[in-house]
């Protein structure tokens, strides 16, 4: 969501059946990645607030990773797995494992770690 603007973020939180709607919210998420693929996505999982966020105070994580490629259902499925989520928790996955933007199943991708 970085790229988008203000008024698209407070569209997305506000706009669903109710407030921070997490289903209408992934949905906004996985229906922006639809306008245009991403070249290439570079997450830091190094220290993640996994609780309480985005602001905190919450729980905390340090899998002291950089992670980076261009399957963005993929890139959420192995950083979900690093700070100790279960990828069918995440909605945004899953909605957009649905539009077809990636794949979730990690053990059908070469996965490199260095």
Do not use: W
Not at 44 to 55: A, E, K, N, Q, Y
């Amino acid at each position: 969501m970085g790229l988008n603007t203000r008024a698209s973020n407070v569209k997305f939180h506000l706009d669903g059946p109710a407030r921070n709607d997490p289903g209408f919210l992934a949905q906004c998420i996985a229906d922006l990645n639809l306008l245009r693929k991403a070249d290439l996505i570079i997450s830091d999982v190094s220290h993640v607030i996994v609780t309480g966020g985005p602001g905190g105070p919450g729980e905390t994580v340090s899998p002291l990773r950089v992670v980076a490629g261009t399957d963005p259902v993929a890139i959420d499925t192995y950083c979900a797995l690093q700070i100790g989520f279960l990828p069918e928790d995440v909605l945004t996955i899953e909605k957009g494992y649905q539009h077809k933007l990636g794949e979730k199943d990690l053990s059908k991708l070469i996965i490199v770690e260095e």
